[in-house]
């Protein structure tokens, strides 16, 4: 049978477009070559984010990536970075961890998050975790990146898999979560999001209905994943040739959120036993 291996990535994806979930997920499918400018500039977008993300990690390392970022010749990428340099999102003291992936369970499925940074700092009443995470596209509001699916399986992911860090085996408190977000073109207002019981068994009924809908269309195999009717979204999804939804990406395409974590497939075969 096959094993679902999910992340915010997949379940944004979904929510978006159920056939650009299957395309990209289920198919593996990569999106056309570029074939115009507008669509150079938005896998260069995508690039520069992922640049930015790997300098931060090295610079956490201990390492001296002053001149890389130099000799990119890449002036938003400079100007990020000393931004980045210049006015860093404010955390708490503690052990630092970059680029940090955890993974639970979730209907038999693993639901994996990577952290650009997770922060486990010891404090009187135990431990809390905080969440940052770099962003290099259009700021956003605080309360359209609650509703994230980023923010639903990171914060999530952080309460479930954190028992591993305490000695007695029980989960770090929702409320002992935070999350930042430090955005790119917004470095001096970063954005903090707190957490509770009653959210995170909001995110667990929301991750669990995702993931039973998914389930459900897998069974149909194509035919289970729809063109989504929004046709405003088809104009900025790269996989609208595949839908006979034109070829031509439009200018000023922003890097959507479920392009900021890594395309893996979601489809493992399970060994049969």
Sequence with gaps: MDLLQLSQ?????????????????????????????????????LRRGEELHLFIQQAALGMDVEALVRETGDSDLERWWESAISHPPPQPSGEV????EWMVPVGGHP???RFDRLIVAQTEAGIHLHIVDWKTGTPQQATRLERSWQTTVYRFVAVEASSQLTTDGRAVAPEDVGFTYWQAEAPQAPLLLEYDQASHEAAEERIARAV????????????????TTDLDACRHCPYRSYCERG???PTGLDVDE?????????LKEQEQV
Excluded at 213 to 219: F, H, N, T, V
Excluded at 258 to 266: H, I, Q, R, V
């Design 9 to 45: 990535s997949a379940l944004a994806s979904f929510a978006r477009c159920p056939r650009r979930f299957y395309l990209r997920f289920v198919r593996r499918l990569e999106w056309p070559a570029p074939i115009t400018g507008s669509e150079q500039a938005w896998e260069r977008s």
């Design 258 to 266: 479920d392009y900021e974590e890594g395309g893996e497939s979601l």
């Design 212 to 227: 039973a809908d998914i389930e459900a269309r897998l069974l149909r195999d194509e035919d289970g994943f729809e063109r």
């Design 111 to 113: 639901l994996v998050a």
């Design 247 to 249: 070829r031509d990406t």
């Design 97 to 100: 961890y970059t680029e940090i």
